[in-house]
């Protein structure tokens, strides 16, 4: 889960870091946009996740509520993590080339990137060629303590019910101390 939070908020942060309102060419574009952006200070970070929306319209009322409790339990408890000063000071430039190196590193690519100071709008599709596509929408505001992201998901598979999901989550992280 710290991975997952970790990348979610280096990659609105890192997002930040451009100047245009274009996509950008390649993710080692995005690292070194990174690489010139005020880098996170180091301590204990909370992140607290909410889950907005979720719907899967070939799914049964009472499952879809039964899968989105299950989803909402598991966000109500807020997760923290230590930023050290080793992983501070190499800044979000790293965060951004791990992306790179997965298995799906090129099924995703950026159709939006709009950065407005330390506003974020961006639309990021991926396709993984055997009938799985999502759209990610982010949008939000980031500092070097904070981060507040809300992440739209649509996804089309033959795997869902339906063939398509929907979801809206909301992620808050504050720093709040000192690492213990």
Same mark, same amino acid.
């Given at each position: 889960?710290?991975?997952?939070?970790?990348?979610?908020?280096?990659?609105?942060?890192?997002?930040?870091?451009?100047?245009?309102?274009?996509?950008?060419?390649?993710?080692?574009?995005?690292?070194?946009?990174?690489?010139?952006? &005020? =880098?996170? &200070?180091?301590?204990?970070?909370?992140?607290?996740?909410?889950?907005?929306?979720?719907?899967?319209? +070939?799914?049964?009322?009472?499952?879809?509520?039964?899968?989105?409790?299950?989803?909402?339990?598991?966000?109500? $408890?807020?997760?923290?993590?230590?930023?050290?000063?080793?992983?501070?000071?190499?800044?979000?430039?790293?965060?951004?080339?791990?992306?790179?190196?997965?298995?799906? =590193?090129?099924?995703?690519?950026?159709?939006?990137?709009?950065?407005?100071?330390?506003?974020?709008?961006? $639309?990021?599709?991926?396709?993984?060629?055997?009938?799985?596509? +999502?759209?990610?929408?982010?949008?939000?505001?980031?500092?070097?303590?904070?981060?507040?992201?809300?992440?739209?998901?649509? $996804?089309?598979?033959?795997?869902?019910?339906?063939?398509?999901? =929907?979801?809206?989550?909301?992620?808050?992280?504050?720093?709040? +101390?000192?690492?213990?």
């Amino acid at each position: 889960m710290r991975s997952i939070i970790v990348v979610g908020a280096a990659l609105g942060l890192t997002l930040s870091a451009c100047s245009d309102s274009s996509a950008p060419e390649s993710v080692e574009d995005m690292a070194d946009a990174a690489a010139s952006m &005020e =880098k996170p &200070e180091p301590g204990e970070y909370e992140t607290t996740t909410e889950l907005i929306t979720f719907e899967v319209p +070939g799914m049964g009322e009472q499952e879809a509520q039964m899968v989105r409790g299950m989803m909402e339990a598991g966000m109500t $408890q807020a997760t923290k993590y230590c930023l050290t000063e080793e992983e501070a000071e190499k800044g979000f430039e790293e965060a951004i080339r791990e992306m790179q190196s997965g298995e799906s =590193k090129d099924d995703c690519t950026f159709e939006r990137f709009d950065v407005s100071g330390n506003t974020i709008d961006s $639309q990021m599709k991926c396709d993984d060629g055997a009938g799985n596509v +999502g759209n990610i929408a982010m949008t939000g505001t980031v500092s070097p303590t904070t981060s507040d992201m809300t992440m739209e998901f649509d $996804q089309t598979s033959e795997d869902i019910p339906g063939g398509s999901m =929907k979801m809206k989550v909301n992620m808050k992280s504050r720093k709040i +101390g000192e690492c213990s």
